[in-house]
């Protein structure tokens, strides 16, 4: 119970890494702001969650939203000690032919989101002389594959300012750290599978891109979690600034064949 009398805010928290990471602090004993913009997603997660969970229908690239989000978590739970941002999309395509607006999307969702939501909470953690900010990033932060110019800067993007956050607010008590996975069994992996399968089954997919990871398998959400878990517990309390890599190996691979 080692989120007992916190109070965690996760965005994203309705799919996904996001859901994994709100039952896992719920299993914890935390009061959880599951914050969506899926209506239905929201009430189902809450529902079968349950513990001292609690849901807000709001679109992270909107700043009234997210200020609104925060405000319901210090509504309810007497102030903010968490944020965890996992709200994310993944989008194809170089900068030649990725539309203008996607571009945007992505960048908005993915970095942006995470501003907004920190912008609001930061000042809740003062009050409550600390917290901690954890960010879901991605592997492809360091090493991208072709075609996903918006998505891999986007991830980039949240691992340098997740160290500019680390060094202004850490006078503060407040820590800001990254999680960067390579493929997890989410819904946006098998939308992802979706699109490559071609003539294979989802799965067939999913195992293949498994392979390319030194472990065999993708992740799971669930691990994912327990990762955030720790970096927002008081176990982590002088890491800050980091980006971790949950990967299954993947960026201790060279990706070439080297010559004898």
């Known amino acids: 119970m080692e989120f007992e009398s916190k109070s965690i805010v996760v965005t994203g928290g309705s799919f996904g890494m996001g859901r994994a990471c709100a039952e896992r602090f719920a299993k914890g004993g935390g009061s959880v702001l599951i914050v969506s913009?899926?209506?239905?997603?929201?009430?189902?997660a809450v529902s079968e969650i349950g513990g001292r969970t609690t849901g807000?229908?709001?679109d992270v690239r909107d700043s009234k939203a997210m200020q609104a989000a925060v405000s319901e978590a210090v509504s309810r739970f007497g102030g903010v000690d968490i944020l965890a941002c996992c709200a994310g999309i993944q989008r194809y395509g170089t900068v030649v032919d990725t539309p203008e607006d996607v571009w945007d999307d992505v960048l908005d969702v993915n970095l942006k989101g995470i501003y907004l939501a920190?912008?609001?909470a930061i000042p809740e953690?003062?009050?409550?002389g600390g917290g901690a900010i954890v960010a879901i990033s991605s592997v492809q932060a360091y090493a991208s594959q072709a075609g996903v110019a918006a998505y891999t800067a986007s991830k980039g993007a949240i691992n340098a300012l997740v160290r500019a956050m680390s060094l202004d607010h850490a006078g503060e008590n407040i820590t800001v750290n990254a999680v960067c996975p390579a493929s997890i069994d989410t819904p946006m992996l098998r939308w992802s599978a979706?699109?490559?399968?071609?003539?294979?089954?989802?799965?067939?997919?999913i195992a293949q891109w498994g392979k390319g990871h030194p472990l065999g398998r993708v992740g799971r959400a669930e691990e994912v979690a327990e990762l955030v878990a720790f970096l927002a517990s008081d176990k982590a309390r002088f890491i800050t600034g980091a980006d971790m890599k949950i990967d299954g190996g993947t960026m201790a691979k060279l990706g070439i064949v080297l010559p004898e």
């Open 37 to 44: 913009n899926d209506q239905a997603s929201v009430d189902k």
């Open 56 to 58: 807000f229908v709001g």
């Open 118 to 120: 920190s912008k609001y």
């Open 125 to 128: 953690m003062r009050k409550r």
């Open 194 to 205: 979706d699109l490559h399968k071609g003539d294979r089954t989802q799965d067939d997919m």
